[in-house]
C-alpha cells in the first residue's frame, strides 16, 4: 500500500509541474505577438504593422515582433506557420488566403467590386450575402 501510496503521490506532483510549467509557457508566449506581411521596410504593409506595433506596444503589456517579406520564408511558408499558431497576425495575398478560405476567392475576381468607394462601403455594409449568408 505504501508504494501504490507513494507512486500516486508522485504523479500527483509531475501533474501540478506539469500543469505549472504550462501555464508559465503560455504566459510567457502571450508576451510576445509575431506578425509577418509580404512587403519590405516601410511599405504600405510595413507602416501598418509598425503603427499596430506602435499602438499595442503602448496599450497593452505585450511586445509585437515584424517580420517583412522573405524574413520567415515564402507565402506558403508563412500560411504554415500561421495556421501552426507560430505567428499571431499576417498579411497576406488573397491567393494564400483564398486556399485556407475558398470562400473568399470571390471577392478577388477581377472587376467583381464597383470602383466607386461610397458604393463598395454601401456594399461591404448592407450586403445581405456578406453579412448574413457568408460563413462566419
Known amino acids: 500500500m505504501d508504494k501504490h501510496y507513494s507512486l500516486k503521490r508522485t ?19 502571450a508576451d510576445n ?15 501598418y504593422a509598425q503603427k499596430f506595433k506602435e499602438y499595442i506596444e503602448d496599450n497593452s503589456d505585450h511586445t509585437l515582433q515584424i517580420y517583412r517579406f522573405g524574413e520567415l520564408g515564402e507565402s506558403d511558408d508563412i500560411m504554415e506557420q500561421t495556421q501552426a499558431g507560430i ?7 488573397p491567393g494564400y488566403t483564398g486556399a485556407l478560405i475558398p470562400e473568399a476567392q470571390i471577392f478577388f475576381i477581377p472587376y467583381l467590386l ?19 449568408d457568408f460563413p462566419k
Open 11 to 29: 504523479l500527483k506532483q509531475l501533474t501540478g509541474l506539469s500543469a505549472l510549467a504550462l501555464v508559465t509557457a503560455t504566459a510567457a508566449h
Open 33 to 47: 505577438w509575431r506578425y509577418a506581411h509580404e512587403e519590405y521596410k516601410d511599405d504600405v504593409q510595413d507602416v
Open 114 to 132: 464597383p470602383t466607386d468607394m461610397d458604393t463598395v462601403v454601401t456594399f461591404f455594409r448592407d450586403s445581405k450575402a456578406i453579412n448574413e
Open 87 to 93: 505567428l499571431n497576425f499576417v498579411n497576406q495575398s
